[in-house]
């Protein structure tokens, strides 16, 4: 099985980075969708979006998106963009402010097995921020660069007094991608559907896809139920 998580060879600029976000500070900022899954404060910024729009925050997958106006005035985020060489979905500012807690969910269809893979590359963030993929916490700090596997349980906690700021990145995986992930050890042949999930878990994806009434989810829905 591949890692559940996994720093990338490359790092960006925390100056540049910090000295972008201050020009999206004063933008709109829109509380997260999914107000079940959180306490305290948790909102983003869309550089790239379905509509176009700053405050459409919404990622759904195998779904045109634009580039927000927000983006023209972000170079340094144009160019983090501009290094992924494949296709992008959503791209967003997330915030997590003091003291508050992103509870343990999953993401379905968010793992690179899937053909997709989000990119987390924290712009402010401290020892006091808690991330977790698969119970393991991952380590993440200012600048790096880091791929996880969201369609497992996920938390995050923000136990500081700072807001934790990140850059997120939805990607469409492609050859060169497949490149860069050999490179990190990931097996590119290996299948989801060799995974077994625990009940709890089970329960989570169910719950998930439960949101999202389509043909497909039903289907995926039997299958588990089945296992």
Known sequence: MNPSSSKLPISFSIDKLQK??????????????????????????????QSGLVNDITSFANTEHKNTNLLDRCHYFKEIMDWF??????VRLLRLGPGSEIKEHVDNDTSYEDGFFRIHIPIITNEEVFFYVDKKRVPMKMGEC???????????ENKSTEPRIHLTLDCIRNDWSDKLFAEMGFDLHFSPETTSYSDGVKQQIIDELSRNPSEVN?????????E
């Open 20 to 49: 972008e976000f201050a020009i999206c500070e004063n933008d709109l900022w829109t509380p997260h969708f999914n107000t079940n899954r959180y306490e305290g404060n948790w909102t983003s910024v869309s550089l790239r979006s």
């Open 218 to 226: 039903t289907k995926i829905i039997a299958d588990l139920l089945a």
């Open 146 to 156: 880091w791929y996880a596997n969201f369609q497992l349980p996920h938390s995050v």
């Open 85 to 90: 060489q494949c296709e992008k979905e959503a």
